[in-house]
């Protein structure tokens, strides 16, 4: 298709880095807040799958202490994200450096999540099919119920979108986007602060 294989990755590129311009005064006032909150920590870097389960490193901004058990694990999420972390979240600027991520092509505007590379060895062929295409910052997913759908509608939402690319389809998913986000829509799951961890299919 012409559209996915050589005008979005165009598009991506463009857009992310207009974005990117337009957003620094929010991103460096983010920069600084998070600076003194979690003691010079900003970033929150970690390793996910890209297209074909290719990894890479995504790029957002740190909403969480790193607070440990007395077996060395980290604590839930819910004890974990800070007042700050939670605005950050609901306003979802925690997403905003990820459009470097689109700038040097591992991630779209549009497309699947990126989710974590544990659950690659969980998916069956239905599932793995969400690696066909980049990841994106937003998806057909995230227009859909975002945190709050289970993992079997999470599934056919991404699968649904790898099947029917299009420039209307992006256009479309980034307006619902904006007004999730100024609606703070779906940011938690029905029973934990954030997505609940994908167990596998048995």
């Given amino acids: 298709m ?26 460096l006032l983010t920069i600084i807040a998070l600076f003194f909150h979690f003691n010079g920590k900003v970033w929150f870097v ?21 607070v440990y058990d007395a077996q060395g694990s980290l604590l839930p999420d819910e004890h974990r994200l800070t007042w700050l972390g939670k605005l950050i979240r609901k306003t979802s600027l925690d997403e905003l450096p990820q459009l470097i991520n689109v700038i040097k092509g591992d991630m779209s505007l549009v497309g699947p999540r990126p989710l974590l590379t544990e659950y690659l060895p969980l998916y069956n062929d239905f ?23 289970d993992w079997n509608e999470r599934f056919a939402h991404d699968v649904w979108y790898v099947d029917h690319v299009s420039f209307m389809l992006d256009f479309k998913i980034i307006l619902l986007t904006v007004l999730k986000v100024l609606k703070a829509e779906g940011i938690s799951s029905k029973n934990s602060a954030t997505m609940e961890k994908f167990r596998g299919n048995s």
Avoid: C
């Fill in 46 to 66: 970690q390793e996910r799958p890209g297209k074909g389960g290719r990894p890479f490193y995504l790029i957002k901004f740190k909403t969480m202490r790193d």
């Fill in 127 to 149: 599932q793995r099919r969400r690696h066909e295409v980049k990841p994106g910052i937003t998806g057909w997913a995230q227009v859909n119920g975002r945190n709050e759908v």
């Fill in 2 to 27: 012409v559209y996915k294989g050589y005008i979005k990755p165009v598009f991506d590129r463009f857009f992310a880095a207009l974005a990117l311009v337009i957003a620094s005064p929010v991103i």
